[in-house]
């Protein structure tokens, strides 16, 4: 029933920008911790960042304060703001979902390329 869908993707040059989304429906959405994953090509799903239900924040060590999670509770959005992006962020990115039942979902993916 829960759908989750990333759009934003796409291709950017080192210290470039990009602003990925991620729309939810059937759920309530309120009550959800949301998240982004990556994964390169070849490696394992990585933790990005995700956000509490009260809006608390974690990242990953990677992060370096370059990519900033937030979330529009009132439009079922969830945002992931990529700056000073680096080839090392280049991954497919996923959205995530975890309800107040411990239900999880996923999102597609969207492919995210940092190169000259």
């Known amino acids: 029933q829960v759908q989750l869908v990333e759009s934003g993707g796409g291709s950017v040059q080192p210290g470039g920008s990009l602003r990925l989304s991620c729309a939810a429906s059937?759920?309530?959405?309120?009550?959800?911790?949301m998240g982004w994953y990556r994964r390169a090509p070849g490696k394992e799903r990585e933790l990005v960042a995700s956000?509490?239900?009260?809006?608390?924040?974690n990242y990953g060590d990677s992060v370096e304060g370059r990519l900033v999670i937030s979330r529009d509770n009132a439009k079922k959005m969830a945002y992931l703001q990529m700056n000073s992006l680096k080839p090392e962020d280049t991954a497919v990115y996923y959205c995530?979902?975890?309800?107040?039942?411990?239900?999880?979902?996923w999102g597609q993916g969207t492919q995210v390329t940092v190169s000259s």
């Open positions: 995530n979902a975890r309800t107040s039942g411990v239900m999880v979902y």
């Open positions: 059937g759920t309530i959405f309120s009550a959800n911790v």
């Open positions: 956000i509490g239900t009260g809006g608390g924040t």
